[in-house]
């Protein structure tokens, strides 16, 4: 089938080596294989790969101690068991009155960001990213600011610890410092790949990975009568990638049509996207397309989880153009939006179609990644999805 090997070859682009099989446990470092498929990621000189620090980012990632108060670790915003979202609209932070404006995005494939955040165009690393979530103040995500050496003693005098941090930075003679939890962090997050759901099984050769209808929604999904490839394309399902073999700056905000306050273009004073950095007219409402990789369960959608579920998402919003707010302050229609991406111009879907796009977007969740336990909580303390074993 034509089209088959046109989304084979889309699912490769980019340059890079790839690997010949899908991911999984490889060498004796015990580091993940680069799935089939897909580009080699870019690492760091600075912050090689090793499985030392992997084993010691996993478990900062998911201890609450790294919160000032306890309460809250990154796992509580990133749960795998929701492809690393946390299923609120919007994220919170170390206390009920600390709600960030928009919702914790996903950290599948995060390795591959060209960059981070919802619309910031600054974030280009993940130690940045980490660096970011330690030390911001509005909100206040783990509350690292003036308290950095309270917090890391509590590492210190851990057993555990100190022998995580050993094997992950041997030689180092304190190697309890904000960097190094940060180059761990960054580590272990880069392991969260996601490579093996049913759309990669079929475009591996196994003909009996997708339903029939997933395959005619796949149609759908990648042709021009929907466009949705153009924002959500490549091996990532977002053209927002970086990796080794990229020459150019890929890193892409879309404004899609969700607000337009008052007729004028307006988004909300609290989520105006990129142009809160630029404060250019054109970029108001513009954010960064995630990837669509394990989206089934990552729902409330849009960049402040004002769209409860994905058929809305297809529906409400994509179909027409642009979605309507009909009463509140942010009343508006989005479809008419002066600043809208051109390619969000609308389309009609009967409702067989519907639900054979909506089958092929359940065809990207990945229930190896999602109950893979080189990923998961240490202390058990959050559980995994009830398909796990």
Same mark, same amino acid.
């Given at each position: 089938?034509?089209?088959?090997a046109?989304v084979a070859?889309?699912a490769?682009?980019?340059?890079g080596d790839?690997?010949?099989?899908?991911?999984?446990?490889t060498?004796?470092?015990?580091?993940?294989a680069?799935p089939?498929?897909?580009?080699?990621p870019t690492?760091p000189?600075?912050?090689? &790969?090793?499985? /030392?620090?992997? %084993?010691?980012? $996993?478990? @900062?990632?998911y +201890?609450?101690?790294m919160?000032i108060?306890? =309460? *809250?670790?990154?796992?509580?915003?990133?749960?795998?068991?929701?492809?690393?979202?946390d299923?609120?609209a919007?994220?919170?932070?170390?206390?009920?009155?600390?709600?960030?404006p928009?919702s914790?995005?996903?950290?599948t494939?995060?390795?591959?960001?060209?960059?981070?955040?919802?619309?910031?165009?600054n974030?280009?690393?993940?130690?940045?990213?980490a660096e970011?979530v330690?030390?911001?103040?509005?909100?206040v995500e783990?509350?690292?600011?003036?308290h950095?050496?309270e917090i890391l003693?509590?590492?210190r005098?851990?057993p555990?610890?100190r022998d995580?941090f050993?094997?992950?930075?041997p030689g180092?003679?304190d190697?309890?410092?904000?960097?190094?939890?940060?180059q761990?962090?960054?580590s272990f997050?880069?392991? &969260?790949v996601? /490579?093996?759901s %049913?759309?990669? $099984?079929? @475009?591996r050769? +196994?003909s009996?990975a997708?339903?029939?209808? =997933? *395959?005619r929604?796949?149609?759908l999904?990648?042709?021009?009568?929907l466009?949705?490839?153009?924002?959500h394309g490549?091996?990532?399902?977002?053209q927002?990638?970086n990796?080794?073999?990229?020459?150019f700056d890929?890193a892409?905000?879309?404004?899609?049509?969700l607000?337009?306050?008052?007729?004028?273009g307006a988004?909300?004073?609290?989520n105006r996207?990129?142009w809160?950095?630029?404060?250019?007219?054109?970029?108001m409402g513009?954010?960064r397309a995630?990837?669509l990789?394990?989206?089934?369960?990552?729902a409330?959608?849009?960049h402040?989880?004002?769209?409860?579920?994905?058929?809305?998402?297809?529906?409400?919003?994509y179909?027409?153009?642009?979605?309507v707010?009909t009463?509140g302050?942010?009343?508006?229609?989005?479809?008419?939006?002066p600043?809208?991406?051109s390619?969000?111009?609308g389309?009609?879907?009967?409702?067989?179609?519907?639900?054979?796009v909506?089958?092929f977007?359940?065809?990207?969740?990945?229930w190896?990644?999602?109950?893979?336990?080189?990923f998961s909580?240490?202390?058990g303390n959050?559980?995994?999805?009830?398909r796990c074993p």
């Amino acid at each position: 089938m034509l089209l088959v090997a046109a989304v084979a070859l889309t699912a490769g682009c980019g340059g890079g080596d790839t690997a010949p099989s899908p991911s999984g446990e490889t060498g004796d470092r015990g580091l993940p294989a680069v799935p089939a498929g897909f580009p080699r990621p870019t690492v760091p000189a600075d912050n090689p &790969l090793t499985a /030392g620090k992997v %084993a010691l980012g $996993r478990h @900062l990632f998911y +201890d609450r101690r790294m919160s000032i108060n306890g =309460a *809250r670790s990154c796992a509580d915003c990133h749960e795998q068991r929701r492809a690393f979202t946390d299923g609120r609209a919007r994220a919170v932070g170390i206390s009920a009155d600390q709600v960030h404006p928009r919702s914790a995005m996903s950290l599948t494939n995060v390795v591959y960001n060209a960059a981070f955040n919802w619309a910031n165009p600054n974030l280009r690393s993940l130690e940045r990213q980490a660096e970011a979530v330690l030390f911001n103040e509005r909100p206040v995500e783990l509350g690292w600011a003036d308290h950095e050496q309270e917090i890391l003693d509590r590492f210190r005098h851990d057993p555990l610890y100190r022998d995580l941090f050993e094997r992950a930075y041997p030689g180092d003679p304190d190697p309890f410092t904000t960097r190094r939890v940060i180059q761990a962090l960054a580590s272990f997050e880069r392991t &969260l790949v996601s /490579g093996d759901s %049913a759309f990669d $099984r079929y @475009l591996r050769g +196994d003909s009996e990975a997708l339903s029939p209808a =997933a *395959r005619r929604g796949m149609d759908l999904f990648f042709g021009e009568r929907l466009e949705c490839f153009h924002c959500h394309g490549g091996f990532n399902f977002s053209q927002s990638v970086n990796h080794q073999g990229v020459v150019f700056d890929q890193a892409e905000f879309h404004n899609t049509g969700l607000y337009n306050i008052d007729g004028r273009g307006a988004y909300p004073p609290d989520n105006r996207g990129l142009w809160e950095f630029t404060h250019k007219d054109t970029d108001m409402g513009r954010f960064r397309a995630p990837t669509l990789r394990n989206i089934a369960l990552t729902a409330p959608y849009m960049h402040d989880g004002s769209i409860a579920t994905l058929e809305a998402v297809l529906m409400t919003h994509y179909a027409r153009g642009g979605r309507v707010v009909t009463e509140g302050p942010y009343a508006g229609d989005g479809a008419r939006n002066p600043y809208k991406s051109s390619l969000i111009a609308g389309f009609v879907l009967t409702e067989q179609e519907r639900d054979e796009v909506l089958a092929f977007l359940q065809s990207l969740t990945d229930w190896d990644f999602i109950c893979n336990p080189a990923f998961s909580d240490p202390f058990g303390n959050i559980p995994m999805h009830e398909r796990c074993p």
